[in-house]
């Protein structure tokens, strides 16, 4: 898991949901696995990331380098 900002990575899940906000956000996205992503901070066991079409937070488990 990306644990410093700027770290970039991909989707390790089959399918990952980006919410606007951590845990309780509204899904802004859902990303395949082996999406490219780019980790900018973390937030509990949130990361905030940044894809080709967006930006949004995923649960840490679900992206890998």
Do not use: C
Request: hydrophobic share 35%; charged share 30%.
């Amino acid at each position: 898991t990306p644990d410093t900002a700027g770290g970039g990575g991909q989707v390790v899940w089959e399918k990952a949901l980006v919410r606007d906000v951590p845990k309780t956000g509204a899904v802004v996205a859902s990303l395949p696995r082996g999406t490219k992503v780019e980790a900018h901070q973390m937030k509990d066991n949130w990361v905030k990331i940044k894809f080709d079409k967006g930006e949004g937070w995923v649960y840490r488990g679900a992206i890998g380098k």
